[in-house]
């Protein structure tokens, strides 16, 4: 089972709005029929995640620390964490059922894949496109509950976050 989503920045420039799309998006003019499945909104060290184009508020994540490579993510009232963890040199985080997952990186530039505790792909992600607005795509490879759907879209854009401090 695999499902694929596509991020599409709505600008490049200034716009800190990025578009989910479902399915393998090659260029942003494939996306003038569609809808987004959900929408994230940046806006300093906070980043939330949005049903359709500008829904409700699903789940918000806000960068914490000096370094900025800490992350809370809230979710209704319940409260979890992720950030780089320097022992694994992984970015990883821990779901609301209190599970841990990692983003490993990839030997190809801008593609990391997120492993369970037992070590099974669960998402990829891989960036860049030859369309300058199309970020990247993310294909989960395991049946997951949509809470930790939103939650694998908002820590692959903490850990994109992250990697852009640390240059």
Known sequence: MTNTFTYVKDSILFNKKTYIYLGQIEAVSQTSNLDPVWTIHSH???????????????????????????????????????????????????????????????????????????????????????DMKVKGTLSLQAKVSETLIALIHLSAKMLKYSESVKR
């Open 44 to 130: 300093d060290r906070e980043t939330r995640i949005c049903s359709g184009r500008s829904g409700h508020v699903i789940m918000a994540a806000t960068i914490e620390g000096a370094s900025k490579t800490l992350a809370q993510f809230a979710y209704e009232s319940k409260l979890t964490n992720g950030g780089f963890d320097d022992a694994t040199s992984t970015w990883a985080f821990v779901d609301f059922d209190g599970k841990r997952y990692d983003w490993m990186a990839s030997m190809m530039q801008d593609c990391w894949k997120l492993e369970n505790a037992e070590g099974k792909v669960v998402a990829q992600y891989i960036g860049r496109s030859r």
